[in-house]
């Protein structure tokens, strides 16, 4: 009896297994296309697409030029530090009650400490944080191009 209820269990049981048979329907978000293509954007150099270089994000430093939590003079200071080094990425964080201006995607922190020592006369209180940072390119050059 028990070798019938058995075979009978496992008869339902791989008949139900097998019997999931479907389609799949993917359902996306259009914004989701439109993001892929200023992905492809950001690699995009002189007219060729760099495929298969992903975008990497790693721990590295940033250095802090500005605190407060008057909204206005955060922009002001931003703008400010934007004028006099346009080459360096700003980003703006807010964590209630105030806002802070952090500067650089430094891979070393001598790289972020010669940031420092050089605008420590302009920006007098600054300091140096490990987060997440969006890494810079590398200037790989060979003997050829030298």
């Known amino acids: 009896m028990k070798i019938l209820y058995t075979l009978i269990f496992s008869f339902f049981f791989i008949n139900i297994a097998l019997a999931q048979k479907g389609e799949v329907v993917v359902i996306k978000d259009p ?4 993001l892929i293509a200023k992905r492809v954007d950001v690699y995009r150099t002189s007219g060729e697409v760099k495929i298969g270089k ?14 407060g939590s008057d909204r206005r003079e ?8 934007k004028t006099l080094y346009p080459r360096l990425n700003t980003y703006l964080i807010y964590k209630e009650p105030n ?13 972020a400490q010669r940031l420092m ?12 944080f490990r987060e997440k940072i969006n890494a810079p390119q590398l200037d790989i ?6």
């Open 31 to 34: 914004l989701i296309d439109s």
């Open 117 to 128: 020592s050089e605008i420590r006369p302009t920006f007098p209180t600054l300091f140096i």
């Open 141 to 146: 050059t060979t003997d050829d191009q030298r």
């Open 54 to 67: 992903p975008i990497v994000s790693s721990y590295g430093y940033r250095v802090q030029i500005f605190y």
């Open 74 to 81: 955060v922009f002001n200071q931003q703008a400010r530090f």
């Open 99 to 111: 806002y802070y201006v952090r500067v650089g995607d430094f891979r070393t922190r001598l790289e």
